[in-house]
């Protein structure tokens, strides 16, 4: 277990919907990163938050967007989703130094 | 901008030989240097990382590397190759100014018997 909690583990939706995908830093880590692992893609850094705040951003889509909540925990939400959308999804924390865990993931699968 | 390049997305070695996995960074700035292992419908675990100390570094289950800036190259080493080594690994760099990791591809490492 690397303390970086991910729900839900897998989640199949329709195209047009949206879904929000959770996560839960290790206990202290005030960074939370969000990859997207696709076949096509490899992986992919989505987007970074610190203390609340959005720190960096990478290859994510209008159609996506995150936030990280005063208890750290944060959301990834994926809207219009479209059948390229189907990839797993990690988030990852760290509490800096370079020290990034990451969660087992979420497989999405747009039917 | 920082990039990373694993040579050959699949690598296959026989149990007992020795693993090399190779991986090349491209940064205008001293790098953060990582690995990472995935298992099969796992997330990534991290094997081992550089932050500008002793450029060898240790890692777990016996894998090591070695820094080469004159290189630029990371490349990941394991003596003796053992069945349960068989997975994905990740080369990643990370720029010392932010905290995210730029992957390579992956090499998928098989073990044979």
């Known amino acids: 277990d690397s303390g970086v909690t991910q729900t839900p583990k897998h989640l199949i939706t329709a195209t047009g919907q949206r879904v929000t995908l959770r996560c839960s830093p290790r206990?202290?880590?005030?960074?939370v990163y969000w990859y997207q692992q696709s076949l096509d893609q490899g992986l992919q850094f989505l987007i970074q938050y610190y203390n609340g705040e959005e720190r960096a951003k990478g290859n994510i889509l209008e159609r996506f967007s995150a936030q990280q909540f005063p208890d750290l925990h944060s959301e990834l939400n994926l809207s219009s989703l479209e059948l390229g959308d189907s990839a797993l999804y990690f988030c990852?924390?760290?509490?800096?130094?370079?020290?990034?865990?990451f969660g087992s993931g979420t497989r999405l699968t747009v039917v | 901008a920082q990039s990373v390049t694993q040579l050959g997305s699949h690598v296959s070695v026989s149990e007992g030989a020795l693993v090399l996995l190779r991986c090349n960074y491209s940064?205008?700035?001293?790098?953060?240097l990582f690995w990472y292992v995935q298992y099969p419908n796992q997330g990534l675990q991290l094997l081992l990382k550089y932050t500008s100390a002793a450029t060898l570094v240790k890692g777990i289950n016996g894998f090591e590397a070695e820094f080469k800036k004159s290189e630029t190259s990371f490349h990941l080493t394991k003596p003796s190759a053992h069945m349960s080594d068989a997975a994905e690994y990740f080369c990643a760099v990370s720029p010392r100014s932010q905290g995210n990791l730029i992957f390579g591809k992956g090499t998928k490492l098989s073990v044979k018997p």
């Open positions: 990852a924390s760290s509490g800096g130094q370079g020290w990034i865990t």
């Open positions: 940064s205008s700035v001293p790098p953060y």
């Open positions: 206990s202290g880590d005030l960074s």
